[in-house]
């Protein structure tokens, strides 16, 4: 059965860094607050377009480490009504970022929702390989920390998108636990290939793709999107 459109309104006070310093990030509220970065374009240089890379990654072939996450942050599988969440943790952590500049929905919460709920409503989400990280506080609290989704295809080949570490936890193998297990969440859902898009500048993507064995399929130049 189809479910229904989901709505994407973010009430008139929360902003994804109150959502993600909620102990419990909420639901969407009723009334509409598009949340708007400062665009640093302006200030800063451009290319005109950006020059994106596919990678893929043959699951049969590849040994994958284990997925372990650092000490005090735990796993959180796919919930509907936690979709509000994954949305905060891409919009924080693609803010002020190249792909945001280029890319319309990733430039605001709502647009940021808007991509999180619309993969989980794609007739093949596969919601047992998409995760969040959670970062548990001393006093109790669990903060999100990370997310990413997963869409299959009849073609055995699986999707990986929308892929981010909030910048106060990089560097710590968050991002490659996550990855791992989404690719190991995959795999034993019978996907023989992974793969996935990342714009060409961005370093620590790529190192991290290309060091689980990603290699590149193709290249592609995504053109600004008009404001
Ligand atoms: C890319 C991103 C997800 C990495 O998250 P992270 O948790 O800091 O990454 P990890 O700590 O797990 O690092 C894993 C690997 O990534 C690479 N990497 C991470 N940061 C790097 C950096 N600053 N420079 C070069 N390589 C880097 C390294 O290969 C690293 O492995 P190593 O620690 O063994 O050297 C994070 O920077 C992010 O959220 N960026 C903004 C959103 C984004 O670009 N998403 C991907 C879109 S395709």
């Known amino acids: 059965m189809q479910r229904p459109t989901p709505k994407n309104n973010f009430g008139n006070g929360p902003n994804a860094h109150n959502l993600l310093r909620a102990d419990r990030c909420p639901g969407p ?3 509409t607050a598009v949340i708007s970065h400062p665009s640093a374009a302006a200030t800063r240089r451009e290319p005109p377009a950006l020059r994106r890379l596919v990678l893929h990654l043959d699951l ?3 040994p994958l480490p284990a997925a ?3 000490l005090n942050f735990s ?4 919930r509907d009504d936690r979709a509000l969440a994954h949305a905060a943790i891409l919009f924080e952590g693609f803010r002020n970022g190249t792909d945001a500049r280029f890319m319309r929905a990733l430039s605001t919460l709502e647009g940021c929702y808007d991509l999180i709920t619309a993969t989980s409503y794609h007739q ?3 919601p047992e390989a998409t995760w969040m990280a959670v970062h548990l506080g001393s006093r109790g609290t669990s903060l999100p920390a990370a997310t990413i989704q997963v869409i299959g295809s009849l073609a055995r080949a699986a999707r990986i998108q ?3 570490v909030l910048p106060e936890f990089r560097g710590r193998g968050i ?3 996550m990855l791992v ?10 996907y023989e290939l992974a793969e996935l898009e990342v714009t060409a500048t961005n370093t620590p993507a790529v190192e991290l793709y290309r060091s689980l064995g990603f290699t590149l399929r193709r290249v592609y130049v995504h053109e600004a999107e008009a404001p």
């Open 175 to 177: 991002a490659r636990a």
């Open 162 to 164: 929308n892929i981010a």
């Open 124 to 126: 093949y989400f596969v």
């Open 29 to 31: 509220a009723s009334g």
């Open 75 to 78: 796993w959180e599988a796919w």
């Open 60 to 62: 049969r072939a590849v």
């Open 181 to 190: 297990r989404c690719l190991r969440s995959c795999r034993a859902l019978g």
């Open 68 to 70: 372990t996450l650092p």
